[in-house]
């Protein structure tokens, strides 16, 4: 899976290296795909995602729009980061732009993303309580290490 993707784009990287050649792999989130919006219309996607709301999710051409700015970057810059595994929200944040709608959202790996998304609804279930809007609020936008 992706681990063996994430492994290719090093191993590239070594071997086209001498040809001026950057690789990198993309981490998208949660991404506003047309089949993902078709399950949400259909009433598929809840049970599919695990209740992530897909109204959060990044269009494809936030992507896009990743790639676009690694391109702009000098060679020097970017065999720098040749085999490195980009997530698009933090090349967002590092190379300042934006989804289609303006907003940068949260990384896959920060808190501000992981908390709304599996914690506070596992907290709920078992605690058949609400998670107050105070919290939900100001969740800090921390990365988490790998």
Do not use: C
């Not at 040809?19 to 998208?28: C, E, I, R, S």
């Not at 506070?120 to 969740?139: L, R």
């Amino acid at each position: 899976g992706k681990a063996a993707i994430d492994r290719l784009s090093v191993d590239m990287s070594y071997q086209l290296k001498k040809h001026g050649v950057a690789t990198t792999t993309l981490y998208p989130g949660l991404v506003r795909t047309e089949g993902n919006l078709q399950m949400v219309e259909d009433g598929t996607w809840d049970e599919a995602s695990g209740n992530l709301d897909l109204s959060q999710g990044e269009t494809p051409a936030f992507s896009g729009r990743a790639v676009a700015n690694l391109a702009s970057l000098s060679k020097e810059k970017m065999m720098g980061r040749s085999g490195n595994v980009e997530v698009v929200a933090e090349l967002a944040k590092e190379l300042d732009f934006t989804d289609v709608d303006g907003n940068q959202p949260a990384s896959i790996r920060s808190l501000k993303y992981l908390a709304p998304n599996f914690v506070f609804p596992q907290i709920e279930k078992e605690s058949g309580k609400p998670i107050p809007d105070w919290i939900k609020e100001n969740v800090p936008d921390i990365l988490l290490p790998w």
